[in-house]
């Protein structure tokens, strides 16, 4: 494939990813009325501590090399109003909002889901582990089953003129941007 062709697509990707990510950003920090809430008071679900006991690995996904893992369900978990069915799921989120892990269903059966990792503010080294950690508390994947996500780990708007529009990647995958 052309290389010229390939750092296109790649682009319009990564802006896509940042875009969807401005859009569910946004769209977080604008209040709406809403009637009560589930069990939780916390729209991101179980963020902290999180006892084995409550969670069950019972969302299959598909990894990179063909393999199907099970992770927690995170999708049978409270919501915001704006995640549903069609839309995304929150993996994991911030209260003081430094980032946000989002989770969207794989397109085909069979399909890889496609988690989007949003860092909000600086400093984003510590901003991407802090997410990182959250993710495998969540997930209960190992470091090498995040690695084969399909995943995009980027900053938020307006955040790094640096690494804006840049896939940061996980620190601890190969190929990962290298952050302070």
């Not at 008071?41 to 006892?51: A, L």
């Not at 990894?63 to 704006?82: I, Y």
Request: charged content about 20%; hydrophobic content about 35%; aromatic content about 8%.
């Amino acid at each position: 494939m052309n290389k010229k062709l390939l750092l296109i697509i790649l682009s319009v990707f990564v802006l896509l990813c940042i875009a969807i990510g401005a859009y569910l950003y946004f769209s977080l920090r604008t209040p709406t009325p809403t009637g009560p809430q589930g069990n939780s008071p916390d729209p991101f679900g179980v963020t902290g501590n999180t006892s084995s006991t409550n969670i069950s690995r019972s969302l299959p996904l598909v990894l990179s090399d063909g393999t199907v893992v099970d992770s927690n369900d995170f999708t049978k978990e409270n919501q915001p109003d704006w995640a549903g069915p069609d839309s995304a799921y929150v993996v994991a989120g911030s209260e003081t909002e430094d980032y946000l892990i989002l989770y969207f269903r794989p397109d085909h059966e069979g399909g890889q889901a496609q988690f989007l990792v949003s860092v909000y503010k600086e400093p984003i080294g510590a901003n991407r582990r802090a997410a990182e950690m959250a993710l495998k508390e969540r997930s209960l994947l190992s470091e090498s089953e995040i690695c084969k996500l399909n995943a995009s780990v980027s900053t938020g708007p307006g955040v790094s003129d640096t690494y804006d529009g840049i896939n940061l990647g996980f620190s601890f995958c190969p190929g990962s941007v290298k952050l302070p």
